[in-house]
């Protein structure tokens, strides 16, 4: 089983906070990869927020910028996706996945996601 496991969304109001786990198998690629959190709204396409290099440097789209805080443990094969201020935009399911992968090795990668659902 080599798919990520998303967890720790839910529905919260406007404002509010989540923080978003995801878990790689253990003995993968994952401490020599970047890691990504992605996020699909219904009728859009999936879309890259936030981005962690193996240095630990962080790129951030534009729309999440100073609410979002990706972060990883890679004892535990583990990113974060700490999310504050949040909007009812944000409403999407959430997923991880290594971006730096060429598509056709990613999707083996792909999971379930995480439902996060903000409403005014």
């Known amino acids: 089983q080599v798919q990520m496991v998303e967890s720790g969304g839910g529905s919260v109001q406007a404002g509010g906070s989540l923080k978003l786990s995801c878990e790689a198998a253990?003995?993968?690629?994952?401490?020599?990869?970047?890691l990504g959190w992605y996020r699909q709204a219904p009728g859009n396409q999936r879309e890259l927020v936030a981005t962690i290099l193996v240095d630990d440097s962080t790129h951030y789209v534009d729309s999440v910028k100073g609410r979002f805080t990706i972060s990883r443990d890679n004892a535990k094969s583990t990113v974060y996706l700490q999310m504050t201020s949040l909007k009812v935009e944000d409403t999407a399911v959430y997923y991880c996945?290594?971006?730096?992968?060429?598509?056709?090795?990613?999707?083996?990668?792909w999971g379930q996601g995480t439902q996060v659902s903000v409403s005014s």
């Open positions: 996945n290594y971006p730096h992968l060429p598509q056709k090795y990613q999707t083996v990668y």
């Open positions: 253990s003995g993968s690629i994952f401490s020599v990869n970047a």
